[in-house]
């Protein structure tokens, strides 16, 4: 007889909180405002967008940070409910640079808000193979869109992953609590 291992989640939780990620800024300026206004949340979402465009329509910039900018501006969008135009920020962005993973991580995010979670797996395996920065956030969204396609034990899975590549970070163990993990 062979033992088989079972997982259920205890709550099915559409709701879960993501995670998504800015992208840096070499240097100064408007862009490096608009990072600022991503990844610090010191001022609204609407504002930082703003600050964003800004930077993309009158600050001259190398492909690497115009690139990173649309990614940041698109990070805004999406937490001001903007996800349409956050997708098309995310395209241009990896039009301009397809190998930086917090751009898919980003997209797998905006699609996960959408209820799009089959999307959000493509986006999110491409975020993983190409190693994105904060790889453990691109776990926990992948486990948030596979639990919400069905696959329960690649979600606990992906869950306990993020936990271990991060495991100061509170998130990916209280979604693994949901969980029951039985022997047949």
């Avoid at 956030?137 to 034990?153: L, V, W």
Wanted: glycine residues 6%; charged residues 25%; proline residues 2%.
């Amino acid at each position: 007889m062979r033992n088989i291992v079972a997982f259920t989640a205890i709550a099915f939780l559409l709701s879960a909180p993501f995670a998504s990620a800015q992208v840096s800024i070499i240097g100064g300026g408007i862009a490096k405002d608009c990072y600022e206004a991503a990844k610090y949340q010191r001022t609204s979402a609407s504002e930082g967008e703003k600050i964003c465009t800004r930077a993309i329509e009158s600050e001259l910039m190398n492909v690497t940070n115009k690139a990173a900018t649309y990614t940041n501006r698109g990070v805004l969008r999406m937490r001001s409910g903007r996800l349409e135009a956050a997708l098309s920020d995310y395209d241009i962005a990896k039009r301009m640079r397809p190998e930086e993973g917090a751009t898919y991580l980003n997209e797998g995010a905006a699609h996960i808000l959408r209820k799009d979670f089959n999307s959000a797996l493509v986006s999110l395996d491409k975020a993983i193979e190409l190693d994105s920065h904060d790889l453990y956030a691109a776990y926990y969204n992948r486990a948030i869109a596979k639990e919400n396609t069905g696959d329960i034990q690649g979600a606990y899975f992906d869950f306990k992953r993020a936990d271990e590549l991060n495991p100061d970070w509170d998130l990916a163990k209280r979604q693994m609590a949901r969980f029951q993990v039985t022997t047949n």
